[in-house]
């Protein structure tokens, strides 16, 4: 049995940039930039960032032209897919990129409160509101130095 299953939470590194086939299908491209942030063996805070190349197909690219842009935070489920070739000088060569086959925007935590524009699938469950977010509670905690940015949970 097999499977083939990933699901990413970054932050894009470029514009999706959307061609079409001869037969006129999207096709969306981007970079996503996914961090890890831990604590080294010293005990000092350190972070590593994951680049990873995604390729999206159909409506699913037509929807990421209109609500993604550099920056923006999502949440991306697809599958992985290795492409290989051989280079001009004969040396095999292999690439290893996530094809999307969903996403949902997420809020960011740098102050942007404006609605993703892609509605959450029927099956996704609703986000609940936290303290910080809640309009019947005011925030009264004072954020904690080096809090995650980019992590959106």
Request: proline content about 9%; charged content about 25%.
């Amino acid at each position: 049995m097999n499977y083939n299953k990933v699901v990413l939470v970054g932050r894009l590194t470029r514009d999706p940039e959307v061609r079409y086939t001869t037969k006129g299908v999207a096709v969306a491209t981007f970079g996503l930039a996914c961090n890890r942030r831990y604590r080294a063996r010293d005990g000092q805070p350190a972070e590593e960032t994951t680049f990873v190349d995604v390729t999206a197909f159909g409506d699913t690219a037509e929807e990421m032209r209109q609500s993604l842009s550099k920056g923006s935070p999502v949440l991306l489920e697809g599958r992985l897919r290795n492409e290989s070739w051989v280079d001009r000088n004969g040396h095999k060569r292999s690439f290893t990129k996530v094809l999307c086959e969903s996403f949902n925007l997420l809020a960011s935590r740098r102050g942007d409160t404006s609605p993703p524009s892609q509605s959450p699938s029927p099956s996704s469950p609703p986000k609940p509101q936290t303290e910080a977010t809640s309009p019947s509670q005011p925030e009264t905690r004072a954020p904690k130095g080096g809090e995650e940015d980019d992590v959106p949970f």
